[in-house]
């Protein structure tokens, strides 16, 4: 048997529970990883506490999009993976499990040197930081502000923005701003007067904004900076993204992601991959906990209280 977190109701982190599961199997394009790592990434806690609306609740509900392991069982038509691989996976439907069936195509093979709870931490923060910034276009030249630029979606969207040569502004609490530095950011801190330390620290204008606060100060700070509401975007506000004129990547947006955004999302894995590999990407990584655990790893990441991606290990 295999084991799965699920649960059965909206609620607390408390409904999380470890359940046994049928061992899964193989379908024709795709493998069954063992799960060797899991990211947890906000939007498990907002599904499973209803923040983030979703279809009732018929049978037990698998958490988590984001893992790594090693692939275990391959199914028909599947001819680029090898039983043993490391891989990485993304929208992954249950990754807080010990052994998931994925599709082949959303999976990316881990060199040795990128740590399974690295590829964990990959598919959505790095997913969503490239998407996000190839939508709004960004490139050398521009100067973009992230909001909340420590967390995970913002120190990646730090790295993608500084390798194009954007000049970065990020912002977080003091005690991140070291690590923001060293990332290539310049760092901001959030909260009340940040409109006129955000002009302070920009050498030129503000002239993209990806918001990952999702807080009415870093819409309306983005709403002041910036007069072109195309090139201001939320993952985070989708439900009143519109009433503000600007963009929204989901984040319960009413709009789909395109098919092109979806692109970019799948593209970000190997990319992310193969910079890590060279050593031109960082992940800060959280704390490690037992799968078993899950419910500890929700309370961590809903009260801020842990910097760095929180991974549950089966
Ligand atoms: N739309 C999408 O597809 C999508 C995808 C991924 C994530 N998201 C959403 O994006 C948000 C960030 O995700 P994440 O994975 O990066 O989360 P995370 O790693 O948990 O980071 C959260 C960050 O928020 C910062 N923060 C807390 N209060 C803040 C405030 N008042 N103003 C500005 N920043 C503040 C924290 O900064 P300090 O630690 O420095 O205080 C922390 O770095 C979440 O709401 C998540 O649900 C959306």
New binding site residues.
Partial sequence: MARAIVYTEIGSPAVLHLMEIPDPVAARGEVVVRIEAAGA???D??LRSGK?PSPPITEPRPVGFDGAGVVELLGEGVDDLAVGDRVAIRDGVGTYASAIAIAAEKLAKLPDSVTMAEGAAIG??A???Y??LRSLGVTAGDVLLV??????????AVQFAVAWGATVIA??????HDQLRELGAIPVA??DG?LDRVRAAAPSPVTVVLD????D??IETSLALVADRDRIA???R?PDAASFGIR??????PVP?TEQELAW?AEALPKTIELLDTGDFTIELGPQLPLAEAAQAHEL?ES?AA???IILVP
């Fill in positions: 990434n906000p939007i806690a907002k983030r959505i923060p997913g969503t930081a998407q996000a909001h909340a630029g420590s967390g995970s979606v913002g120190q990646a912002t977080a609490s003091p005690a991140r959030y909260g940040l990952g606060a999702g807080t100060e870093a939320t993952i985070v989708g929204a990547f989901s984040g319960g947006s992601l999302r990441m801020g910097s760095g991606k």
